[in-house]
């Protein structure tokens, strides 16, 4: 018997009744750290410039996101879109 995926891997595996949220965290998430992967910023001056400490940057870089909220996320992203 074939397994149906929704598309969302917080739905299908953890059943989070919040999954829309912990995605868009996700790849909000997953975006800021490409930034950062590609060499279009570096963790200092992505803390500078989005108002977060180092330890948050690496949280996001890490994909802890408990305690980040969606509009954090994605106000980061949106400055490095601007800036980048």
């Given at each position: 018997m074939a397994l149906r995926s929704s598309a969302n891997l917080f739905r299908d595996?953890?059943?989070?009744?919040n999954h829309v949220e912990l995605k868009a965290k996700h790849?909000?998430?997953?975006s800021i750290r490409k930034y950062?992967?590609?060499g279009k910023i570096t963790?200092?001056?992505?803390?500078?410039?989005c108002g977060l400490t180092p330890p948050q940057v690496s949280k996001i870089?890490?994909?802890r996101l408990q305690g980040f909220s969606i509009d954090e996320?994605?106000?980061a992203l949106a400055l490095l879109r601007r800036n980048g």
């Open positions: 595996l953890l059943n989070a009744e790849d909000a998430a997953a950062l992967a590609d963790p200092g001056d992505l803390s500078e410039q870089v890490g994909f996320l994605n106000g």
